[in-house]
């Protein structure tokens, strides 16, 4: 029983390989096309830049992975609708760059310690395009919601999840990835995909369920 467990368990998390080919778009559109707007206001230019946040920036790829494996090992069903929820999320923010494409000026870099270092490489392996709505945002908001509606997931797991989401989107903020904006439209995005998905499936299984019980009722006719 416990191999059958590991081997369900196993078989899905590879849907988690969904996410990185999804992703794969991202990386076709984040590039010049000519055009980009900006969306920074008068109070993101207020915002300091830290290097320090560079550190729970990062962390975003092992928060987000840690909190699927979690989640799929303690509730299931939380699982797999987040895991739609990102695809159909992810999907939505891409098909909103290849239209509308945004930028966000990035600071000059002065200093050679190991943090500003990082900030560096972070620029380099992502171009300042593609900002609204932020998937680092989306995704990180995403994780928080299924967290906290879990009913198998405890507090202090909640609590930990919710913090370091809150975290990761403030650092987009202060290592100058994100905007304002960019954050708003994500979390607009997310709440819309969150209740789309979730009225899909209380749907789904109000009709599965009317439908097993004309099922039952059908069958209890034919053996009277």
Known sequence: MRTKAWMSYLLACSGLLMIPLVGLIYIHLNQDNGTAYSLMTDLDRQIPFIEGFVVPYLLWYVFLAAGFLYLAYRDRSTYFQTLVEFIIGLLL????????????????????????RTVQWVYRSDQP????????????????????????????YKMITAGMSILII??????????????????????????????????????????????DKLERGLKQ
């Open 93 to 116: 923010c891409y098909s909103v760059y290849a239209i509308y494409q945004t930028t966000v000026p990035r600071p000059d870099i002065i200093g050679s310690d190991w943090l500003l």
């Open 129 to 156: 395009f593609n900002c609204f709505p932020s998937t680092h945002v989306l995704t990180a908001y995403l994780m928080m919601r299924a967290y906290l509606r879990s009913v198998r997931i405890t507090l202090p």
């Open 170 to 215: 403030v650092s987009t903020l202060f290592v100058k990835q994100h905007v304002l904006m960019d954050i708003a439209g994500a979390v607009l995005v997310a709440e819309g995909v969150v209740y789309a998905v979730e009225r899909s499936r209380r749907a789904w299984l109000t009709g599965s369920t009317a439908a097993s019980a004309r099922q």
